[in-house]
């Protein structure tokens, strides 16, 4: 199969790559096993550089949507079809939404929740 | 000498291969594309005016005019030389003026990749496709042929290894010309395989090309690479024979014989699969679909 990329396209290239191999894995284009391109294969193939690609790659593995099995490649996960289906963006964006909900409903200020998170994210 | 007479010949057949049989199907092909594939039609094939490839063509064409007008004087040269004095033809010659032949094909090359960065800069499209699935060695290249490779190389170190073993050890147990030659075998086939790599993995040069032209291209570079190992471990093999029965004074003519073999391995058969079977030219034409365009 293909896999397509839109320069002009407003999300991201890394966010493209994700989404096409995941609705790949859904579509069952790709199956459990099946193995994928090299970081540095699809890089080039691509036109583009080789960490936006790496990126998606490491999304995808902390998604278990792929597996890296050493100098053997990159292969889809087998577990993959379910994996798909969690979006750990929704789930963020899900939790916030309760905590902002909670600290509004506690009478904590908009700005001092932005400040209060600002502070715990740098000091990480 | 008869060794010498031999020689005439097949150097004669060298310049005539290599400074005109060759550039005549070059030269063809690119005359043949572009009255068949002209500008107007395909202008993504073509990110500068028409006039700078006739223009490459014709000093192309001279260049390789003055070199076998050269190699026709040096075969003179060494003509007069033979009837003068005893003794064989130095062997380094067919070498030497085989580079000198190349250098034309050097240049050519050298400009076919401004092209495809010409090419990559005019390059206007936005959305760009790849294949999702790993390119495999063997994928592109059979594994017979590479086993038959590997085992030529091994063979050619160790027939030099069994010639020379009366030589003093050097290091790793070999003579020092064994070792200088077998580390010349690792160097030229280490240069072979980083050609094989980039091919496979490297940058699309060209970003207008179908997939199946593209593959196709790297199955031929690749095999031309691997049969070029192959005829290097041969004629390895064949020098350290001549040596060890004596009859060296062919050695010209088998280097001579060797340079022909490599440049028909590496040009001519690849030119001629691509003229066979011509590649799609429509992902060149202005309004050719994205879908189409490196798929």
């Given at each position: 199969m293909n896999i397509f990329i839109d320069?002009?396209?407003?999300?991201p290239l890394f966010a493209q790559l994700i989404d096409q191999i995941k609705d790949a894995v859904r579509g069952e284009k790709l199956g459990p096993g099946d193995p994928l391109p090299s970081i540095r294969q699809l890089a080039n193939d691509l036109g583009v550089n080789s960490k936006t690609v790496a990126k998606a790659y490491r999304l995808l593995e902390r998604d278990s949507v792929i597996q890296t099995r050493g100098y053997r490649g990159t292969f889809v996960h087998p577990n993959a079809k379910t994996n798909s289906d969690v979006d750990l963006n929704d789930w963020v964006t899900e939790k916030l939404n309760e905590t902002i909900a909670a600290f509004r409903d506690s009478g904590v200020t908009d700005s001092e929740i932005r400040i209060a998170f600002n502070q715990l994210m740098n000091a990480r | 000498m008869q060794e010498n007479a031999i020689f005439y010949l097949v150097f004669a057949v060298q310049l005539l291969l290599l400074s005109y049989y060759i550039p005549r199907l070059v030269m063809g092909r690119v005359e043949r594309t572009l009255r068949d594939h002209p500008p107007e039609t395909y202008?993504?094939?073509?990110?500068?005016?028409?006039e700078n490839y006739e223009q490459g063509n014709r000093r192309y064409r001279s260049m390789n005019l003055v070199i076998l007008a050269l190699g026709i004087a040096l075969l003179t040269a060494i003509g007069i030389w033979d009837r003068n004095s005893e003794g064989p033809v130095l062997e380094t010659i067919p070498v030497i003026f085989f580079l000198v032949q190349m250098l034309p094909m050097i240049l050519l090359e050298v400009s076919e990749w401004s092209y495809y960065r010409q090419m990559r800069q005019a390059d206007r499209k936005t959305k760009r496709s790849a294949v999702l699935r790993p390119r495999k060695l063997t994928d592109i290249v059979s594994s017979r042929l590479l086993v038959a490779a590997a085992v030529l190389i091994a063979a050619s170190i160790g027939v030099d290894l069994y010639v020379n073993?009366?030589?003093?050890?050097?290091a790793l147990g070999m003579g020092k010309g064994t070792f200088l030659r077998t580390v010349n075998m690792l160097v030229v086939n280490a240069l072979f395989a980083f050609i094989i790599g980039w091919n496979i993995?490297?940058?699309?040069?060209?970003?207008?090309?179908?997939e199946n032209d593209r593959v196709r291209q790297m199955q031929l570079t690749v095999r031309s690479m691997v049969i070029m190992s192959i005829v290097f471990s041969v004629f390895m093999i064949i020098r350290e024979g001549t040596d060890d029965l004596g009859v060296d004074q062919y050695q010209p003519v088998l280097m001579s014989i060797y340079v022909q073999v490599i440049a028909y391995f590496s040009i001519v058969s690849r030119l001629n699969s691509l003229n066979k079977d011509p590649i799609d030219y429509d992902v060149y034409k202005e309004d050719a679909p994205a879908t189409t365009q490196g798929c």
């Open positions: 320069i002009d396209d407003p999300r | 202008p993504k094939m073509y990110p500068l005016p028409r073993q009366h030589i003093p050890d050097f993995y490297g940058k699309r040069l060209d970003p207008h090309i179908n």
